[in-house]
């Protein structure tokens, strides 16, 4: 398996507070994702990274901002968490850009966020 | 995990037989696609790709079908076995501004009954 980890791997929080999701790679990958799962909707990108301090959204990214400092580690915040962003969330690396024939995106395990 | 499994489409069959899932792709410019296996509690694993300029391709006992003309992908896995049980998503890919973005399908699921 890649070397991936997620943490935490659940977390319940209260409806206004702060959380930050990590994602930490062992494979020196270039590009980084965030993405959110729910029921009915499959895999969203958030945010996603092509290098270090290097981001950019994707289609749901209202309400989360991210950062990477360094190449192996990215992170996800909810500034201020609404119920609506109950989900299981996945960080996914890459080598290229575009995941080519030989290089695919590899997920972690999830992170399950529960929102109260 | 256990979540995933909601409201999908669900395919069942048995043990041995082989199986057919389905998926219609959204954008007419996407020419690579990636079929995914996600087990309860894992993330999505990668099974196989194609690119556009394929209509088939075959890997160890899965085959991945494109016909552009309708935008159908399909995933036909041979001999299905108990541990083949699992939700089961494509995703699209397109070239130019929006490569680094995968759109992924809402999945199927699939049982296999021993």
């Known amino acids: 398996d890649a070397g991936i980890t997620q943490s935490p791997r659940h977390k319940v929080t209260e409806t206004g507070t702060p959380v930050t999701l990590r994602c930490h790679q062992t494979?020196?990958?270039?590009?980084m994702y965030w993405y959110r799962q729910d029921p009915g909707h499959g895999l969203r990108l958030i945010h996603y990274s092509y290098g270090v301090k290097d981001t950019d959204k994707g289609e749901v990214s209202d309400g989360y901002s991210v950062s990477r400092s360094k190449t192996e580690d990215f992170l996800l915040t909810l500034e201020s968490a609404t119920s609506s962003q109950t989900s299981v969330y996945f960080c996914?690396?890459?080598?290229?850009?575009?995941?080519?024939?030989?290089?695919?995106?590899?997920f972690g395990q999830g992170t399950r966020l529960t929102v109260v | 995990g256990e979540s995933v499994g909601l409201h999908l489409p669900t395919l069942s069959v048995q043990e041995g037989d082989n199986s057919i899932i389905n998926c219609a792709y959204s954008n007419s410019a996407s020419d690579y696609f990636i079929w995914y296996k996600q087990e309860s509690g894992k993330g999505p694993q990668f099974i196989i790709d194609?690119?556009?300029?394929?209509d088939k391709r075959q890997g160890q006992r899965v085959t991945v079908l494109l016909n552009k003309t309708v935008k159908h992908l399909s995933l036909q896995i041979a001999a299905t076995q108990p541990g083949d049980s699992a939700v089961y998503f494509c995703a699209e890919n397109m070239s130019g501004a929006g490569s680094y973005q995968l759109t992924f399908g809402k999945g199927t699921k699939l049982s296999v009954i021993p």
């Open positions: 494979e020196n990958h270039r590009y």
């Open positions: 194609i690119r556009s300029n394929m």
């Open positions: 996914a690396i890459s080598e290229s850009k575009r995941p080519a024939r030989s290089t695919e995106a590899f």
